[in-house]
């Protein structure tokens, strides 16, 4: 009786421990997370409204200050139901076929259907799935958003909006599941922290293609196209700037020490860029600008974003340094030299700085920040640097094509460009009926 009592106790023990360890190993949705996650989620949203859109609004002409801030708010609406249908299944989900799913989700989130209550998602098992879906609607809706600062002054609000839907659906949704949705390019050992190349060497890449595609705008080299209104500019930076606390932070997806220093980075990028971007139009134009202190900014942003969670302060001193040189020297002067209309410089700033923060991002990456990536100066992988080309040069061949073929198909449908008569006499009366006063 004493050995069966015994054997009873000891199977209940392992019984209990088990439980223990089951309990354990489940996903627990954690408070503290959600709460991070939740702030992040609002932080990523405040950079498109109001943050684009005072941007890109004080550096246009009056006659087209309603137009362009119209583009990023109706953008964020568009995508926002765009993403609840469709566009989160087709970026988040494992594809049930082994030879779609390292290129494209599955259908099986349409109108997000599966998310219920307490659901939690494997790539990020701590806070409810719908926080998680609304995180990464955020970025959804900023990346096509940034595309604007490309086309300002010259597109038909109409084609701008069929631009926006059909570029989320078959552009940054399957780049986004390449990279964050277990897809050919995560698999491969790309890093990419929040966003190098599915953000802003994918919108930059598309703005590149729209400029060309769409012409420069009327006057162009011999108007007077200064911003009417940098005031505007410098608060829709500034939000972005803090904003982008919740983008590069936030994609830490817990609140950690990788939130914590993925924060410090981009604070430390960021500032360090904009001196870049300011003694180096100081030396070579006489005069630091404001819209060159704040384009630094944005561009020390812009390339710290996909190194943000992998390196340490240094590292992203030099990313931000080297940004600020790079990101003047395309935007003013590369395009000068080739010529195209690139409005805003969505290209200089978020095409090339993105590219540029891919590639250090292989070169500073250090597996004592961050265990999921290894660099070259820190670790001595230097095959990384190679993994970083290869996604920068998938990621830009794949939108340029895509981006190209779909603004060509508007355009045959219903055209892409305002009439000369429109242009000139402005956007915001002819468009929307309405105008700026004041």
Request: net charge neutral; with cysteine.
């Amino acid at each position: 009786m004493k050995k069966l009592a015994h054997g009873a106790l000891a199977g209940l023990a392992t019984l209990v421990a088990s439980a223990g360890t089951a309990f354990a190993a489940a996903p627990k949705i954690d408070s503290g997370d959600t709460a991070w996650m939740l702030t992040s989620s609002a932080l990523v949203l405040l950079m498109t409204i109001p943050g684009l859109a005072l941007f890109y609004a004080g550096m246009v002409r009056r006659k087209n200050v309603l137009a362009t801030m119209a583009q990023s708010f109706a953008a964020t609406c568009l995508i926002t139901v765009l993403w609840m249908i469709v566009g989160y299944s087709i970026a988040f989900t494992n594809n049930p076929d082994p030879n779609l799913q390292p290129y494209i989700g599955s259908f099986s989130y349409l109108f997000l259907k599966p998310m219920t209550l307490n659901a939690t998602s494997a790539l990020a098992p701590t806070i409810p799935e719908s926080v998680y879906m609304f995180f990464q609607m955020t970025f959804a809706i900023i990346t096509p958003a940034l595309i604007a600062g490309a086309l300002a002054d010259r597109m038909k609000f109409s084609a701008f909006l069929w631009f926006m839907g059909l570029w989320l659906l078959f552009v940054y949704c399957p780049v986004a599941h390449w990279v964050w949705g277990n897809g050919w390019l995560a698999t491969k050992g790309a890093l990419d922290y929040a966003g190098g190349s599915v953000v802003h060497l994918n919108a930059g890449t598309a703005a590149l293609v729209t400029c060309l595609v769409l012409g420069k705008r009327k006057g162009y080299g011999v108007e007077n196209m200064a911003p009417h209104n940098l005031v505007l500019s410098v608060i829709g930076a500034s939000l972005l700037w803090v904003g982008w606390f919740g983008f590069n932070a936030g994609s830490a997806v817990t609140s950690n020490v990788n939130a914590g220093m993925a924060a410090a980075a981009t604070q430390i990028a960021t500032a360090a860029a904009s001196l870049a971007w300011m003694f180096t139009e100081w030396l070579i134009s006489k005069k630091p600008s404001v819209l060159g202190m704040i384009s630094g900014a944005v561009a020390g942003l812009v390339a710290i974003t996909p190194a943000s969670g992998f390196v340490d302060p240094v590292g992203a001193l030099f990313i931000g340094l080297a940004a600020g040189v790079v990101c003047y020297i395309s935007a003013v002067w590369m395009k000068k030299l080739f010529g195209y209309d690139d409005s805003l410089d969505a290209w200089g700033v978020h095409g090339v700085g993105g590219a540029l923060g891919a590639m250090l991002t292989g070169v500073f990456a250090s597996n004592a920040i961050n265990s999921a990536g290894k660099g070259w100066l820190h670790d001595g992988n230097f095959a990384q640097i190679g993994i970083q080309a290869i996604d920068v040069a998938a990621v830009f061949v794949y939108c340029a094509i895509v981006s190209f073929v779909i603004l060509k198909l508007i355009d045959l449908v219903i055209g892409l460009r305002v009439s000369a008569e429109v242009e000139v006499e402005g956007l915001d009366i002819n468009l929307h009926g309405e105008t700026v006063h004041g």
